[in-house]
């Protein structure tokens, strides 16, 4: 059962454009949304992350919205810049008792 | 700091052969994982370590094995390689149970075909 839901698979954006990546749970225990952000070659590296106690977190360009009662969470990243070129992963964690649940990832692709 | 080191960086199986990933991180941390990405699919964890001498299994770990017995180091072993397995392999470690306070520190991973 895949308890977090990412969409789009792939992404293509122009350079200055907004990119959207969303994300969709299942479980009302978990409490913790973080992004994941993977250069090729490169292990996932923490990007940005959300508790559900705030509908919005930014950080630079990039912005994560939350919505509590559709359980659903977005990445968004503003002025998209080809060296954004990535793939993000969102994830959801319940902080007192269990792993990581990663989505599927989104490979997003910023054209110059 | 090197982090999270895993070797090797690709390596090409045939169905049947066994082989031994490496990972190693030079962190302290108590909490480190297997995980294997596969296009489209995410991230699915293997099997993890809460410390050393303790594993424990996780989404996917039928085909693999793992030990942990010192703090750095946490190899994962495929006995009877399969096409399956082919994927790309990664470990994580952290120092506490939640990554709200205690982030994943991904390596680089291995590539990994079975043919």
């Known amino acids: 059962q895949q308890q977090v839901k990412q969409s789009p698979q792939s992404l293509i954006v122009q350079k200055g454009g907004i990119s959207i990546i969303n994300c969709a749970y299942e479980?009302?225990?978990?409490?913790?949304f973080p992004w994941y952000q993977q250069f090729p070659g490169k292990g996932p590296a923490l990007l940005i992350a959300?508790?559900?106690?705030?509908s919005e977190k930014k950080e630079g360009r990039f912005t994560i919205s939350f919505n509590k009662s559709a359980k659903q969470f977005s990445l968004h990243i503003m002025d998209s810049q080809p060296g954004d070129s990535a793939t993000y992963f969102c994830?959801?964690?319940?902080?007192?008792?269990?792993?990581?649940?990663f989505g599927e990832g989104t490979q997003l692709t910023v054209n110059p | 700091n090197a982090g999270v080191t895993q070797t090797p960086k690709f390596r090409i199986l045939k169905i049947g052969q066994s082989m031994t990933l490496q990972c190693t991180q030079d962190?302290?941390?108590?909490?480190m994982y297997w995980y294997r990405q596969d296009p489209g699919m995410g991230l699915k964890l293997i099997y993890y370590?809460?410390?050393?001498?303790?594993?424990d299994k996780g989404e996917v770990p039928n085909g693999y094995n793992v030990s942990r017995s010192t703090t750095e180091d946490f190899p994962l072993r495929l006995e009877l390689a399969a096409p399956s397995q082919t994927s790309v392999y990664f470990c994580?470690?952290?120092?506490?149970?939640?990554?709200?306070?205690?982030?994943?520190?991904f390596g680089n991973g291995t590539r990994l075909t079975v043919t």
């Open positions: 959300i508790r559900p106690d705030v």
């Open positions: 370590s809460v410390g050393a001498g303790i594993t």
């Open positions: 962190m302290n941390h108590n909490y």
């Open positions: 994830a959801a964690e319940k902080t007192s008792g269990s792993r990581l649940t």
């Open positions: 994580a470690s952290s120092w506490g149970q939640s990554s709200y306070n205690s982030p994943l520190h």
């Open positions: 479980n009302t225990a978990f409490d913790y």
